[in-house]
């Protein structure tokens, strides 16, 4: 078993592939002898978990933004209590699917929350956590709903949104690339192995003696 201790973050707008990417990543650190933990944002926890089904599932609320924060940022508390700390002290490697990149996209930059705000929620919500490294998938948004589409799911809460909010998510993740510490961005573009591909050589890059040969 190699030593891991690692957060690392998958983050994009909607449809990008985080959840295809994030499977098969985990794939690949079990075939390399990695320990980690696959999980995802909001959710992770129990708590988290049923925070989501009043976030994303209750399509009939209408939320102020702050409410929604809020509730995030609770999900947010346990999470790196109850899964981030323990892990990372445990030498593993923590693969999230989203995590506070999301919250400045979604809260700060979509919704229109001040950012100094989000950012000061965050910090209570994580004690100061970051991730050692936010991978996110870049991929124009009409792409990301088309590719949403085609499974035919109906949209949760946010998605509801509609294009003109997935097109600030997705412009506020170009400015976060610029504007934070820890961002590599990844094309989106392609087959799913081909993106998994130029996900594993940032990985190999940033942490050889982690995920090298
Ligand atoms: N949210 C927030 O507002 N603030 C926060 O702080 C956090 C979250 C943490 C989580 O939703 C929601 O919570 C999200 C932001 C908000 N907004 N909404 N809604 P979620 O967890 O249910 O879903 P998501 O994170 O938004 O995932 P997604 O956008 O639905 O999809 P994805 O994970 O990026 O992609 P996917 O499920 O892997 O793939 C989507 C489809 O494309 C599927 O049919 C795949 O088979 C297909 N696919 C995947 N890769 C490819 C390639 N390469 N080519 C073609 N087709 C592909």
Redesign the pocket.
């Known amino acids: 078993m190699r030593d891991a201790g690692r957060f690392i973050v998958l983050e994009?707008?909607?449809?990008?592939?985080?959840?295809?990417?994030a499977a098969l990543l985990s794939s690949w650190m079990e075939a390399l002898g990695v320990p980690h933990v696959l999980t995802?944002?909001?959710g992770g926890t129990p708590v988290g978990e049923a925070i989501r089904e009043v976030?994303?599932g209750r399509t009939d609320l209408e939320m102020p933004p702050e409410s929604?924060l809020l509730l995030?940022l609770a999900a947010?508390a346990a999470f790196v209590r109850d899964v981030v700390r323990p892990a990372l002290a445990a030498g593993k490697v923590v693969l999230a699917?989203?995590?506070?990149l999301?919250?400045l996209a979604?809260?700060g930059y979509a919704r229109g929350i001040d950012l100094q705000d989000v950012r000061d929620g965050l910090r209570i919500a994580t004690g100061g956590l970051s991730p050692d490294l936010y991978l996110v998938?870049d991929l124009p948004p009409e792409e990301?709903t088309a590719?949403?589409q085609?499974?035919g799911m109906a949209p949760?809460r946010?998605?509801q949104e509609g294009a003109s909010f997935l097109r600030r998510v997705s412009e506020a993740y170009i400015a976060l690339s610029e504007s934070e510490p820890g961002v590599t961005v990844v094309s989106?573009r392609?087959?799913?192995e081909?993106?998994q591909a130029r996900l594993r050589e940032a990985l190999v890059r940033r942490f050889p003696e982690t995920f090298g040969a």
């Not at 994009?12 to 990417?21: A, I, L, M, N, S």
């Not at 699917?97 to 506070?100: E, K, M, P």
Request: glycine share 14%; hydrophobic share 30%; net charge negative.
């Open positions: 994009g707008g909607e449809g990008v592939g985080k959840t295809t990417q995802r944002e909001p976030v994303l929604e995030i947010r699917d989203r995590f506070a999301s919250t979604y809260q998938l990301g590719r949403q085609r499974d949760d946010i998605e989106a392609g087959a799913p081909v993106v």
